[in-house]
């Protein structure tokens, strides 16, 4: 933990027009089909220890950018993306931090024929409202462990919003691309796994589901920001690992594509 406050911007900033950004990618290839134009934006009230990206968690440490010059940007990518089976991403941080900013830029988005995908752990769904998830053709959700003992020891906050929002992505039959990152020593114990594994089984419709080995990579933005790294001694996930990871998965009926 940082000992700076989660929460802090939460509530600040609800303007449809503008929004913290803290970067953009043109041609991302791992966040959702195809190849994707990704909006990263600033805000988490998440800290989860194995974060790769520690540099969005406080909002206004972000860029205030107007959507409408966001989506001008979008545009100028929007016949490549549609020809590479792509589409927009937004991811974070939390991008539900700033639902109406969000919001407007989906709603662009598909305005432009796009597909989008949301980047979210779930965590603070209840502040968006059903309209937002209208223009959400993807839900990318971050598992981040199968038991509320274990998600609060990765990420200082309860399990119980992920599952929520898991229900109501089903409701509105969102498909969802299931995300968990294993942690040697963290989230890879068998119990573990396999709770994930019996989250996953309920939830529908199911695009794909992705093991993530933990890595080292992110180190450096620790200590350039001055904040504690708990992981600074944790192993990096094998492919043994991940492995073994997707036996447990298979066990319990999980594959990568639902079959
Ligand atoms: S939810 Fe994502 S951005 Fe937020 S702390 Fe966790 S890994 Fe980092």
Redesign the pocket.
């Known amino acids: 933990m940082s000992g700076e406050n989660p929460g802090n911007g939460l509530h600040e900033v609800c303007s449809s027009k503008q929004g913290y950004v803290h970067s953009i990618e043109t041609a991302g290839t791992v966040d959702g089909p195809g190849i994707r134009f990704v909006l990263f934006l600033n805000g988490?009230?998440?800290?989860?220890k194995?974060?790769?990206?520690?540099d969005?968690?406080q909002m206004k440490r972000g860029t205030l950018r107007h959507a409408g010059e966001i989506l001008e940007e979008i545009s100028t990518y929007r016949d490549f993306l549609i020809r590479a089976k792509g589409g927009v991403t937004i991811s974070?941080?939390?991008p539900l931090m700033q639902p109406a900013f969000l919001e407007t830029i989906f709603k662009g988005c598909k305005e432009m024929g796009l597909h989008t995908a949301l980047d979210?752990?779930g965590?603070l769904h209840h502040l968006s409202p059903d309209s937002l998830f209208e223009s959400v053709d993807l839900v990318l959700l971050?598992i981040?462990s199968g038991n509320d003992r274990t998600f609060r020891r990765v990420?200082q906050k309860p399990l119980q919003p992920t599952l929520d929002f898991a229900k109501r992505m089903q409701a509105m039959q969102i498909p969802m691309w299931v995300r968990f990152?294993l942690v040697p020593g963290l989230t890879d114990d068998e119990d573990n796994i396999r709770d994930v594994a019996k989250i996953i089984n309920g939830i529908e419709p199911l695009a794909r589901v992705e093991i993530l080995p933990f890595h080292q990579l992110a180190a450096y933005k620790y200590e350039n920001l001055g904040l504690k790294y708990d992981l600074k001694d944790t192993p990096q996930a094998t492919p043994r690992d991940v492995v073994m990871a997707w036996r447990i998965f298979s066990e319990e009926g999980v594959h990568s594509v639902r079959t």
Request: glycine fraction near 10%.
């Open positions: 988490c009230p998440l800290r989860c194995y974060c790769h990206n520690p969005t968690w974070g941080g939390e979210t752990s965590h971050d981040k990420t990152v």
